[in-house]
């Protein structure tokens, strides 16, 4: 049966988007620089004649890899407003599109036009964060916003290098603030995944299926819970304690925290 001309278009672009990822998982290693087509063939599952079908050299691959995120880059950078919540959005939207985030972060290959063009993307993301960091009051108080974009850069890569053993934790602080304000212990909320997997029961029993860890919970703390998992914000969590428990703001603030301790205690 001879296949439509449709669906061979169709098959060639799964092929290629295949090949395409393999090149991402090799990013993601931080091993670009070593990248063959014969690792790209191993990686992707693709043969190496099918994948010379669509690429025909190691240069041609990596230019569309190149182009994919060019174009990647340009659609994040225009769909986010400006102002602290955008840039902060701006950083959320950068870890989960972890494709792109390589791009960013590894190590740039080894051919020298592709080399420059990736470092030119680079340059335009640096510039795109001062650009908005310059619009944050405390900028305009004199603040350098160089300083504090090589600061976001450099936090960025931290939390993405595959060698950092403490990279989890600084991307989960990373996507909550930014990375000179001052760390309230109250802000540290625990991972958001975490919470909304929980399951919960009305005599406080809570129950982590991924890890198979349980504890118990008094009214306060099941309250917690439930409310992170319907609106994950420690600032409307606060003010709901205060007023459904009638008790002071600073012990809200201690009480929040100290359940929040034990919470990483029981499930990191």
Excluded at 5 to 30: E, G, M, T, W, Y
Excluded at 41 to 65: C, I, N, P, Q, Y
Excluded at 143 to 170: K, M
Aim: net charge neutral; charged share 20%; proline share 3%.
């Amino acid at each position: 049966m001879v296949k439509s001309p449709i669906k061979k278009i169709s098959i060639a672009h799964q092929r290629k988007q295949q090949i395409l990822r393999a090149v991402d998982a090799i990013a993601a290693k931080n091993q670009l620089a070593f990248l063959t087509t014969q690792r790209v063939s191993k990686e992707s599952g693709v043969s190496d004649g099918v994948l010379f079908r669509h690429f025909a050299s190691k240069e041609a691959l990596l230019t569309a890899w190149v182009l994919k995120h060019e174009h990647q880059q340009a659609l994040l950078l225009a769909s986010i407003p400006h102002g602290r919540a955008g840039l902060l959005q701006l950083i959320q939207q950068l870890f989960k599109q972890a494709d792109l985030l390589n791009f960013m972060c590894c190590q740039p290959m080894d051919i020298p036009y592709l080399r420059q063009r990736l470092e030119t993307c680079r340059v335009q993301f640096w510039y795109e964060l001062q650009t908005r960091i310059e619009t944050l009051a405390y900028t305009q108080a004199g603040v350098n916003s160089a300083a504090l974009t090589d600061h976001l850069i450099l936090s960025i890569y931290r939390a993405w290098n595959p060698d950092n053993p403490e990279r989890q934790q600084q991307k989960e602080r990373l996507m909550r603030q930014l990375p000179w304000e001052k760390e309230d212990s109250l802000e540290v909320l625990p991972a958001q995944d975490m919470i909304q997997r929980l399951a919960l029961n009305d005599s406080g029993f809570v129950f982590d299926p991924m890890n198979g860890r349980s504890f118990s919970a008094n009214n306060v703390g099941l309250y917690i819970l439930r409310f992170l998992q319907q609106n994950y914000d420690v600032e409307a969590l606060l003010t709901s304690i205060e007023h459904d428990f009638d008790i002071q703001s600073e012990q809200a603030k201690r009480d929040i925290t100290e359940f929040f301790e034990q919470l990483r205690t029981c499930f990191s």
